[in-house]
């Protein structure tokens, strides 16, 4: 949209996409909007009960339910912990879209899959600036090219080292990569663990042999330095959504190149 007209953010970088609250200014961003672009209720939970009322007069593109994108499986049991996500099938009636992992823009592959259908969208919508929109098109592809290049060549040094995320949020950019994910430690935040639980966790660590154990930014860091005690673990962070990243056109590359220095920075 880049020479045409800004997009709203409605959730930051440092918002929950799953407990999030709209401010008044927000709903009324969504009613006046022509397009409203958003992952799928997996992800933007709060936002789905407002869409689905059906007073919204804005065109809805769904990430998660565009063709041709190479959805995977959510991976759940055995040394993957159980998704914090609201159920689908509970709530939306949607079976399918819980079997799916949504966290799909860790990939540049899906990303410029998705440039490409967003942006048919916005010429369907506003054909009066299609050059423009083609334009950009071509640009941000050409971008999304070279990054992937680049993610790819500094990954390869790192592959096959095992390592233990805080939920399993990179399962895209995993198989993007050739990554050695080995498990994950996945605790609610408004759960501390017991003792128990921390034994159980440090147990499955030392078993998987994991050379990093990575901590989130919106989560305590204290919980992943308690799991490294006592073993040869290092510990990291990775940040799936830009929690302190400036929203604009250049905030995408400077998340997916900072989830791959932190990568290697701790597992090098």
Request: aromatic share 6%; charged share 25%; net charge negative.
């Amino acid at each position: 949209m880049q020479g045409v007209a800004e997009p709203r953010l409605l959730i930051t970088g440092q918002q929950s996409p799953h407990h999030f609250s709209l401010k008044p200014s927000d709903m009324r961003a969504i009613q006046e909007a022509q397009l409203i672009v958003w992952v799928g209720p997996t992800i933007e939970t709060p936002l789905a009960h407002i869409l689905e009322k059906g007073e919204i007069k804005a065109q809805v593109v769904s990430l998660s339910n565009l063709q041709h994108l190479p959805l995977l499986p959510t991976r759940e049991g055995g040394e993957w912990d159980e998704h914090d996500h609201h159920s689908a099938e509970d709530e939306h009636g949607d079976t399918e879209a819980e079997s799916k992992d949504s966290h799909l823009w860790l990939s540049p592959l899906i990303a410029a899959e998705i440039v490409q259908q967003v942006t048919d969208t916005l010429i369907r919508l506003d054909s009066t600036h299609a050059d423009r929109y083609e334009e950009n098109r071509r640009g941000l592809l050409l971008r999304l090219q070279q990054l992937d290049e680049e993610l790819a060549h500094s990954l390869s040094s790192i592959q096959g080292k095992p390592y233990v995320v805080f939920h399993d949020a990179y399962h895209y950019f995993e198989q993007r990569y050739q990554l050695n994910a080995v498990g994950s430690v996945s605790i609610s935040p408004e759960r501390t663990p017991g003792a128990r639980r921390v034994h159980e966790l440090r147990k499955k660590i030392s078993r998987l042999q994991a050379r990093c154990i990575f901590a989130e930014p919106q989560f305590e860091p204290k919980l992943i330095h308690t799991l490294a005690e006592g073993s040869s673990a290092k510990t990291g962070q990775l940040d799936p959504l830009g929690n302190d990243l400036a929203p604009g056109p250049d905030a995408y590359f400077q998340l997916m190149r900072r989830l791959s220095q932190n990568l290697i920075e701790c597992l090098k």
